[in-house]
Structures are given as C-alpha cells and as structure tokens.
C-alpha cells in the first residue's frame, strides 16, 4: 500500500519523513505532605507534540527545504494531513537542520504542537460546516466521485478542479482524509 504524502497547508512533502512521532501529555501537580508523601493532582490533557525527521534528496533538496522554512515562518496554526494519523490543526513551531546541507542531500527535524482539543475542535468545524468555504453561485447539486483502487483524496480534488481543503471541508465522514478505500464514495462539489 501506497501512502498519500504528508501535507501541513500549502506544503506537500516529496516524500514523507522517515520518523514520526506523537507526544501525548498530561499535567501533573505534585504537593509534597509530611512523613516524605506527596500527592498528585491530575491536572487534564494538554498539548500533542508531533515530531519527526526527514530528509530531501537530489538536485532540488535545498530549494525544497527553503519552502519547508517559508512555511514555518506563515502566521497561525495549519492543518497537518498525516498518511496514517487522523488530521489536526497545529502549529509549526521547529524546525533545524539536522546537519550541514550539501546540495543534493539536506537532513532535518520538525515539530508541530497542537492543543488537547485541537482534533475534536477542527472535527467539529468540519461536522457543522464552520470550516468549508461558502457555496459558489450557480451550484445547486452535490457531485460524487468513487473511488478506485490507487487513487487518494488530492488526486481526486485536482481531478475536479477544486483545493483538497474544500474536499475535505465537504466529507466529515472521513476520520482520516489519507486513508481512503476503493468503492467508498466521496463528495467532489
């Protein structure tokens, strides 16, 4: 099986990152008491840290770093499309080379952030509409694609002229936009 590549706004990864990982944490309070206990107050959820490394190889490697970096430095938080995890939105918060780049070889590392309910909030949006882009004058009729074995969700945005996001925006139903399976039938317009 083939994997879609990771997409985070209008930056798509020639090739996905060869590690990646997923922090999920929880704030813990420690009060010490006497005779040498301490008790923990559980204090929720916090942010998820993604990080992971990768690397651009060949004649364009560095100019594809630049465009990695031109897109730390947009303002606000992004939706970060995994090939397997389900979509977030977060902030790219680091991102460093992870050696001295050549011209053909540049090795990095990132890191995105994204509050505790960054998901639950960014699928919500997706479920009532929040997040789509308002209806173009002069469409009345949703139009469906199905989907055959190969292809993946921005193949088929392009096909139909439209921005995966806006795809995306129309098929809450999709948990994970990376993972979609022939026969299952996805709104296009």
Avoid at 20 to 35: D, L, Q, S
Avoid at 68 to 85: N, Q, R, T
Avoid at 145 to 155: P, S
Wanted: proline share 7%; net charge positive.
């Amino acid at each position: 099986m083939e994997l879609a590549p990771m997409r985070y706004k209008d930056f798509v990864w020639p090739h996905n990152p060869r590690t990646y990982t997923i922090e999920y944490r929880r704030a813990m309070g420690e009060h010490k008491v006497p005779f040498g206990r301490y008790h923990l107050q559980d204090l929720g959820p916090c942010k998820r840290v993604m990080k992971g490394e990768g690397e651009f190889v060949g004649p364009k490697a560095y100019e594809q770093f630049k465009e990695l970096a031109s897109v730390f430095y947009a303002d606000g938080p992004g939706v970060l499309i995994h090939p397997v995890w389900q979509a977030a939105n977060v902030y790219f918060v680091e991102l460093a080379l992870a050696q001295e780049p050549r011209r053909e070889y540049v090795r990095y590392t990132f890191t995105f952030w994204e509050g505790y309910d960054g998901y639950q909030a960014y699928a919500r949006q997706m479920e009532t509409g929040a997040a789509r882009p308002a209806d173009r004058s002069g469409e009345t009729e949703a139009v469906w694609h199905t989907v055959v074995k190969g292809e993946n969700l921005w193949q088929i945005a392009r096909a139909y002229g439209e921005a995966p996001e806006r795809v995306i925006g129309l098929n809450p139903q999709l948990k994970n936009p990376s993972l979609i399976y022939p026969g299952e039938r996805v709104r296009v317009k």
